[in-house]
């Protein structure tokens, strides 16, 4: 399977924990996305990559979160401390690049927060 | 103000009919694109039909169109011949610019399609 995976699928974790997750974007694309999605919402944007340089970070993106895409393959997105708010499903997507109309989304990972 | 707008929040058609999603927009860059994305229950975003805002033609793909409607704003969906497995959320999209690459959606209809 070429497309963009995401691990794990599922995370269920106590309130005030850490957590981290990993993206896996299609093999040369250089534009990496995080989104998170909330029940009955549509993906909000969080923060995106140009290979290994963030680019953009959301106002969602509280000093809690953080992400890295150290190599310009692979992207990892962090929630330090997290809150029973931060129960969402996070997306991540890739694209070629700048000019690269679409995005392709991975399966995403659901986070609960008890 | 809401960037993207989708007043229906769920449709029941029958099987074979066409179905209209609606789509509003706002924004003042000349320069924008719009998206359909669709997510079945599985939970993945699945890319469906892009729309320039310099394009002339409505795009279509296969069974998608767009309904461009450029002084109105509107970026209606439409789906010939519905079947089962269109069934699923579905969520109009919005890129501001030509360098902003961030995608702003929208809250999504869910369509049901009926045997």
């Known amino acids: 399977d070429t497309g963009v995976s995401q691990d794990p699928r599922h995370k269920i974790t106590k309130r005030g924990q850490n957590v981290t997750f990993r993206c896996d974007p299609i093999?040369?694309?250089?534009?990496l996305y995080w989104y998170r999605q909330t029940l009955g919402q549509g993906p909000e944007f969080l923060t995106y990559f140009q290979n290994e340089a963030q680019l953009e970070k959301s106002r969602l993106l509280s000093d809690r979160f953080s992400a890295e895409r150290p190599k310009g393959s692979f992207s990892t997105l962090e929630i330090q401390r997290t809150e029973q708010g931060d129960s969402a499903m996070y997306l991540c997507?890739?694209?070629?690049?700048?000019?690269?109309?679409?995005?392709?989304f991975g399966p995403g990972t659901r986070l609960t927060v008890l | 103000a809401q960037k993207i707008t989708q007043t229906q929040p769920g449709m029941f058609v029958q099987e074979k009919e066409a179905v209209t999603l609606d789509c509003t927009y706002d924004?003042?860059?000349?320069?924008?694109?719009l998206f359909w994305y669709k997510q079945p229950s599985s939970g993945e975003m699945i890319f469906l039909i892009y729309?320039?805002?310099?394009?002339?033609q409505n795009a279509t793909e296969g069974r998608y169109s767009l309904n461009f409607q450029k002084a109105r704003k509107s970026a209606n969906l439409v789906i010939s011949a519905s079947q089962l497995g269109d069934s699923a959320m579905y969520f109009c999209a919005m890129r501001e610019g030509i360098s902003d690459d961030k995608i702003i959606f929208g809250k999504g209809t869910r369509l049901h399609i009926l045997p």
């Open positions: 093999s040369e694309h250089n534009r």
């Open positions: 997507a890739s694209s070629l690049d700048l000019f690269s109309n679409e995005q392709f």
């Open positions: 729309q320039g805002s310099y394009d002339q």
């Open positions: 924004t003042s860059d000349p320069s924008y694109g």
